[in-house]
Each structure stands twice: as structure tokens, then as C-alpha cells.
């Protein structure tokens, strides 16, 4: 297996989060994670840890940056606000937006005693954000990022008629969510549309390839509308990144984001962020 294939593996497959939920998920330790991704056990926690490393390194390199620097010290929080970023592999993956940004809250805020969540699960669409929203309830947070929708516009087959969730009922989810956590926590709440793809690229992957997975950028920027629409603010990934976004911000599936992908990511998230009042 190649290291690009490794690196994969554990950026998007990802089991110590897919099987968090289970009964018996918090006794699996990485031998057991290993093996189900066909791994040698050192080969994961050697990799695991390169990659925790290398967002660090990119939250370091973001806070280098006076302006960005500034940016997180204008951003609207208080002592002890607990954050949470919810989502699918996007914001699960250990390099993400969200590993980042609380890397740079740790370290440019560590006064502020300001915790972050990272609730997500890869594969996820805005229906499981339905039932998971519990998760987000129950934790009481001062700040809610949402980052769902983007499996919504999966596809399976060469020929496809429909996505897997119809656009009308992505709609009634969002509705739905902006509704809860409205009625049940005192959240401020942020939105990012889901950025586009490489259509090509995500079907001719082996590793999405397998299960005819596809997506079209057309059924991604309708979701990004759905989530614009409304008064709520909005980081819009769809516009910023382009579509299909730049190919060194996206992985060889022209689906998930390099680590120069969720750095950039990062960067919008704060920068629309510490325009907030």
C-alpha cells in the first residue's frame, strides 16, 4: 500500500470516530483501528501522529501571520465559551479546519480558557445531523459551526438518477437543525457551505471508485444556496475555494481537502468569523 493510499485510509475512513458511537467503541484501541484499515499497527500510529504534527505545524504558520493573528484576537468570544464544530469527514479529519482552529485558539487564546468539540463523522448527511444533533444540545455550547450537506449530494452509480438526499428534503434538515438549536441552546451559530469537487477525480478514484461514488458540482452549489439562504451567517466555501477548488487544496479523490485545503479553510472560517459582532 502506497503512502498516498495510507495517508488516505486515515484522513477519510477514519474509525476511531465511525465507531465512537458504538456500544463497545470506546475499548477499541488503535491495534484494533489498525487492522480494520489493513494496517501494521506501527504504520497507523506513526502516520496518525505525522499528521497531528502537520496541523499543528499549519496552525503555527497561519498564526505567523500578524493579521490572522489579529483576527483570532477580534474574535467575539468570552472566557470559557465551549465551542463545537459539527460535520462529516471535512471537519473529522485529524488535519481539518476545525484541528486547526483550535490549535490557534490554544495557542493565541490560552487565557480565554476556550474549549472546541469536534463533532463529526465521515459519510454523514444532513438527516444523520438530525439525529445526532443530541450531541449538540446536551454539551450546552456558546458557539455552533455546522459544515454538513456535502454527502446529501453523493451519488452511487455510472448513471445516477437521483442524490442521496433529494435537495428539498436537504432543505427541510437545515430548516430543521437552524430550528433546534435555536429552541434548545443559547448558541451562536455559523454555516459553511460545502466547497466543490473534481468530479473527474472523485470517480475515477480507487478508493471511492469501488462503490461508484460521484458527485456534481452542480447538486453541491445548490446545497451551498440552501445553505445561504436564511438569517444566519454564512462562510461561504463554495464561492472561495472555486469549483472545483485549486488541485493542491484537494486530496487525489478531488473530495476532501489537503492539508493546504483545511489550512486555507481555516483561514476563511476565522476570516469570516472576526468580521462578526
Excluded at 1 to 13: C, T
Excluded at 104 to 117: G, H, K, N, P, Q
Excluded at 231 to 245: K, N, R, T, W
Aim: aromatic share 6%.
Amino acid at each position: 500500500m502506497s503512502n498516498e493510499q495510507v495517508n488516505w485510509l486515515l484522513k477519510v475512513i477514519q474509525p476511531e470516530r465511525s465507531l465512537a458511537s458504538l456500544p463497545g467503541g470506546a475499548s477499541f484501541d488503535q491495534d484494533a483501528h489498525a487492522a480494520l484499515l489493513g494496517l501494521p499497527a506501527e504504520v497507523y500510529v506513526t502516520e496518525l501522529g505525522c499528521l497531528q504534527r502537520e496541523a499543528s505545524e499549519a496552525a503555527s504558520a497561519l498564526l505567523a501571520d500578524q493579521d490572522v493573528g489579529s483576527m483570532i484576537d477580534r474574535l467575539p468570544l468570552r472566557k470559557g465559551d465551549n465551542i463545537v464544530a459539527f460535520g462529516d469527514s471535512l471537519t473529522s479529519d485529524q488535519q481539518s479546519w476545525a484541528v486547526i482552529l483550535r490549535e490557534m485558539l490554544t495557542t493565541r487564546r490560552a487565557a480565554d480558557e476556550i474549549s472546541m468539540t469536534i463533532s463529526a463523522v465521515a459519510g454523514e448527511t444532513t438527516t444523520h445531523g438530525l439525529v445526532r444533533f443530541g450531541e449538540i444540545a446536551n454539551s450546552q455550547p456558546d458557539w455552533v459551526f455546522f459544515l454538513i450537506g456535502t454527502n446529501d449530494a453523493r451519488t452511487q452509480g455510472p448513471h445516477p438518477s437521483k442524490t442521496l438526499v433529494h435537495h428539498e428534503e436537504t432543505a427541510r434538515n437545515i430548516a430543521e437543525l437552524r430550528q433546534r438549536v435555536a429552541a434548545e441552546t443559547k448558541a451562536r451559530t455559523i454555516w459553511i457551505t460545502p466547497p466543490a469537487v473534481n468530479e473527474a477525480q472523485v470517480a475515477a478514484h480507487w478508493g471511492l471508485a469501488r462503490f461508484s461514488v460521484r458527485f456534481r458540482n452542480e447538486d453541491l452549489g445548490r446545497i451551498a444556496e440552501i445553505v445561504r439562504n436564511g438569517d444566519v451567517p454564512v462562510i461561504d466555501a463554495f464561492a472561495s475555494l472555486g469549483s472545483p477548488p485549486p488541485s493542491d487544496l484537494l486530496m487525489d479523490d478531488g473530495l476532501h481537502l489537503t492539508l493546504a485545503g483545511q489550512k486555507r479553510m481555516a483561514f476563511e472560517v476565522i476570516r469570516g468569523w472576526s468580521a462578526l459582532r
